[in-house]
């Protein structure tokens, strides 16, 4: 740039400032400035570039620009090549990516990718990349392949142009077509030029992740490659780092190579792996030597453990690593640390890495918070029964000094290990008691929660477990959470200790009385209800229980105060049944994977390269590589998904496999099975009408040329209440009515029945009559099929049947909630790590009138099926992010999560749910794609 | 990938912000002041690596930094790049800065905050590495700066060939 007078007076005068506050004044007064001069008309291209340089130093301090747009693009349009590079600059630095002007942009960038110099190319493909938009990838992408593949072009321009794709196909992976040209980019892996490769390679690797197989040919082309570079010596005269060739590229195909499996290159694979391996066997000398070295050789070690890692060679691997992580760099011990873990994860003897084992512990003392972590993570990725509770030991000893940043993650992995591998129930309740004395403060609900649904889950934890929370509560410190799991297991086990001295009822209460006064509210509240349960297990000291209660129903806080009456209320009633059915023990929990697991997966975030292994035991990285392949993201995936998902949701669309047991639509007794026309249309109709009421409390259910059969439902879940009218619409009488609901099942899951006390159907149904039957509803469990309805009657002396599907599904028992938005996508992270309840379609939006109606029309949908918007939440204002929480009888409550995301563009709809239950989250998905479908 | 590349002074004062991502204005600023917090107090006995808050990308995200002089060198990259690979990269880039502006010191880097990009954008783009040969990448800058010369307009059709010719 030459230099810009004004430019380097302004950037003066801001180093000047001494305060932030004068900074902001300079910037302001400039800001008021360039505005003015923006105004005039003679401003030159000298000026323009000049102002816009100004507003991008003052981006880059921090400052809101929001001008400038429309002289960037004017720069960019500057036959000028230092205003075009401004101008191409400030496009990605300062121009929204929604803005008009970006059309323009886009107008210059095709015109500059084919201009006769290159570096004008290079300006436009690097803009191009760094700007990225939608409309670039889909109208630019074939040009870009076109440099790529082009023979003349230089690999300058070739370097870029394999870089802007990569960007392109991450982000825009369905606009890019990547099919079409996938195949024919992987020969360039092979190009002389060492950069082209490089960024070929980093295109490649991306695609291999999104296309699996097809890329199969390229690990032919990384081996190749690689022998040349590591075994045949080949001379990359420009490209030697330090005494390495091409470094940066050996990475890079080792890299790749861990996204294919081996196949019959194994053994070629090993012997490259095998030389990188033995030429580290010295310590290079020269610490940018070693970096570099060192780069190949821990990628080496990564590949080597997915090519076959029960190898030989892995063991030295791990005799070398086992040096590294001793090693005065703190670097190589951070990196030794970290492959160990990898290592440990994948490899079926943990012996050579238990060799270690003090060492790690060691670790988790080092100078540097980096290496303590990677030492954290290795110790509970090598964790197994043998080395559990030596393991869980120290992380316990470790915990009271370590840094409260790395205590949490602590304290979840102590949990978690423990949890896994006990043997004996004292060492779960003696070292989760321990746990949460020591690192209460830096953990979450979960982990309590955990060790009470433990307890009570295993009927031999609870006695000892009684005897440990007696005694915690009695120990001189009592932590907030030991406080609370003490008291609830007390108030549902104590009875099995009464008999022991010293542990009398009274002692109990005592003990637990003691602690009130120190205690949080949540604690209290906790402790109030072990109190009233006191209240039935130990009826010789109800009346001290009582008084305790009746102290709190003056409490100030409004939750104390509603329990204490509540419960006071409760075991003053006279009634002999009412407190043991109340205060009855409370039933194991239902297996469920442990919110812990949940929390530390959610660690885990979306990159935009996946990850080929993570933090933890074998199994789980075992499951993580039977999902690996399918790539959650890619629109083919996604689409065939929903076509699968359509189809299983409507069992009406092929008229040949339908029964009338699951078909939406009514079919009479006598009916042929080919569908005429209008019966067709009626299907149609009928499908219309289900559809309407999965999100609408009242309606049309059928409406035929005899009957018309109306519905109003109720829902206060997990019960509801559903009416049903019967319109005779023909011109005679209809009698022999009846009408039925069942299940689809016998699980129990839904109970379904007529309510008690409603008159009965009448005898006949004069024309335009109306009967009307009630039927009271339970959701027991999340239940996968809806009801159906069964009509009969005779008319005119011919006997009908009508079997109709009953909106009635486990998505009706949802209310909305509430929940704040970084709540809303911490869940929605969590639960998409589990993947227990995901279910995604991707639909065809309604036609509308315009696209607001269809964005309103999707969020009354949203709000009918009883899902809470979260206003604001999503950065895209047109998507809906909601959130329900369906509630059922025995199985508790799931909370459901809903994104929809609408690209009016394609007219098409994203809709993702996840929920803490699978079956709910399909059904939701279910009722969706069902009300789409019938718009 | 790399996520992104930060230039700032012990102070915490941004020399260079550049995403690979679409993040906005504010949250770049957000992670760079977390960023320096978490830098700035390290000794430089201590390794090159830190795992980013949840903010940056959580434990897959790894933040490779080099301290020089006055400047933090923070490239923020996933878990899908070599850390050393990393380290290497923030050598060549200030070695490429180095023979671009003869010496390189924070003054320049002020100064000249939009060349910071030019040669970035020959060492890195799209979050992946393009080029590691120092010749080259000081090569394609001097070219653009040649090309952006107030006279050069008219020599600029075979500029790229000339200079390749003698090295392909």
Known sequence: MAPMKGLTVFIADLRKCRSQEDEE????????????????SSLNGYNRKKYVCKLIY?????????????????????????????????????????????????GCLRRDMYDANECIVCLALCAATNVATREIAESLTEDVVMLLLAPSGSPFVKKKAALCLLRLLRRFPESVKARQWAARVIPYMGHRDIGVTLAVTSLVTALA???????????????????????DGERVADHMYYGVPAPWLQVKLLRLLQYFEPGEQRSELLGILRRIIDESQEAPRELQQMNAQYAVLFEAINLGIHVDVDQGLMHESALLLGRFITSRETNIRFLGLETMAHLATCIDSLDPVKRYQGVIVQSLRDRDVSVRRRALDLLYSMCDVTSAKAIVAELLRHMAIADAALREEMALKVAILTEKFATEYSWYVDVMMRLVSLAGDHMGDEVWHRIVQV????????????????????APVCHESALKVSAYVLGEFGHLIANAPGCAPLDQLKALQARLPGASLPARAVALTAV??????????????????????????????????????????????????????????????????????????????????????????????????????????????????QETAQPTATPATTTAAEAAAPTSLDEPPALTPEEEERVAKSRKHYARLLWESDGILYDGAEVQVGMMAQYKPPAARIGLFLGNKSAAAICDI????????????????????????????????????????????????APTLRISYTLAGAPTVLELQLPVTAAHFMDPVTISVTDFFARWKQLGEATIGESQAVLKTPFLASDADAIQWLRNVAGGMGFALIQGADVVPDNIVAVGIATTEAAGRFGCLMRVEPKPSHSLTRVTIRATNPTLAKAVATNISMIFDAR | MIRSVLIFNQLGKPRLIKFYEQISASAQQDILREIHALVAKRPDTLCNFLEGSRSIGGSDTRIVYRHYATLYFVFVADMSESELGIMDLIQVFVEALDRVFENVCELDLIFHFDEIHYVLSEVVSAGMVVETNLSEISRAVNEAKRQAKPDSSDHTRLAISTLRRGFV
């Open chain 1, 25 to 40: 004044r300079r910037v302001n007064k400039e800001l008021a400035n360039i505005r003015t001069k923006f105004k005039e």
């Open chain 1, 58 to 106: 003052m981006s880059l301090l921090g400052h809101e620009v929001n001008i400038g747009h429309k002289e960037a693009v004017d720069l960019v349009n500057s036959a000028r090549f230092s205003e075009k590079q401004i101008g191409y600059l400030a496009a990605s630095l300062l121009l929204p990516e929604s803005s008009e002007l970006m059309r323009a942009v886009v």
């Open chain 1, 209 to 231: 992740q999104q296309q699996g197989d097809e890329m199969r040919k390229a690990s032919t082309f990384a081996v190749r490659r690689l022998r040349s570079l590591v075994l």
């Open chain 1, 455 to 474: 307890i009570l889950g295993n009927e031999e934890l609870q006695l000892y477990a009684c005897r440990i929370a007696l005694q915690t509560l009695r």
């Open chain 1, 532 to 645: 009233a349960k006191f209240t039935n297990l130990f009826p010789e000291i109800k009346n001290l229980c009582l008084r305790l209660l009746d102290r709190f129903r003056g409490a100030l806080d409004a939750e104390l105060q509603q329990r204490a009456c509540e419960y006071y209320a409760l075991a003053t009633v006279e009634s002999e049944s009412l407190l043991p059915t109340v205060f009855e023990e409370m039933p194991p929990y239902p297996e469920r994977q442990s919110a812990l697991m949940s929390r530390l997966l959610s660690r885990e975030t979306d990159t935009e390269d996946q990850r080929t292994w993570v933090v933890g035991g074998r199994d789980i990285n075992r499951s993580r590589s039977t999902r690996r392949p399918a790539d959650e993201d890619a629109p083919a995936a996604a689409a065939a998904a929903a076509e699968e998902k």
């Open chain 1, 738 to 785: 009846s009408i039925q609901a069942e299940t689809s099942d016998d699980s129990g899951d839904l109970v379904i029945q007529q309510a008690a006390d409603q008159d009965a159907l009448p005898e006949s149904l004069m024309p335009l009559g109306q009967a009307r039957v009630f039927f009271d509803v339970r959701c027991h469990r999340v239940f996968a099929a």
